[in-house]
């Protein structure tokens, strides 16, 4: 079994995974599971039904997880000369996986980080975040959020018990302050900042 030391340096790479909705797994040379992230944990009980105390146990072990996961996984795609392996889920979207190897100073073999991609989820950006960012008040920062998650602009008047022509009003000094033009690049834009917490 590998080193503390190795563990800790990964811990922040995990944290900005889950921040970026993504679950993260560190794995030993040998496929031990050395420090896995919350949307990791996630996805581990809804794909292969782990349970809670399963889950509790995964960090030093769960090598078993690991290739239970795997071997859901039929379907590889090469892009840019990585592999992602898609899992295709009945009803859902699919899960991808990606697995990178890193190397750790003081050790002879790398470790790898395992990246795991939920289609069914969307990361939501934190409305304090765009409010500073782009200089925008408290309801344009909220409506932001709310466009980005896919909400439509009477979806958006219906939530915040306003008037579509509100809403249009708002959706113009958003668009200028953004430096956007459509609601689709404001979408792009303010999803990028799921990340900020």
Known sequence: MSSRPSMLVGTPLLQVFGRLGCGGLILSTEGHVL???AEAHRILHDVIGLTQDE???IDGSGRDAVKRLLARSKTRVQLDGENWILTMREGKRPLIMSATL????GEEMPHTVLLLIDLEQT???HTA???KVFGLTAAE???AAL???GATVSEAATAHSVSVATIRTQLASIFAKTRTNRQAELVMLISRLSALV
């Open 123 to 125: 990361p939501s950006p």
């Open 35 to 37: 420090a896995a992230n």
């Open 147 to 149: 466009l980005a998650g």
């Open 129 to 131: 975040a765009i409010e």
């Open 141 to 143: 920062a909220r409506l």
């Open 102 to 105: 890193v190397p750790v100073i």
């Open 55 to 57: 889950l509790n146990l």
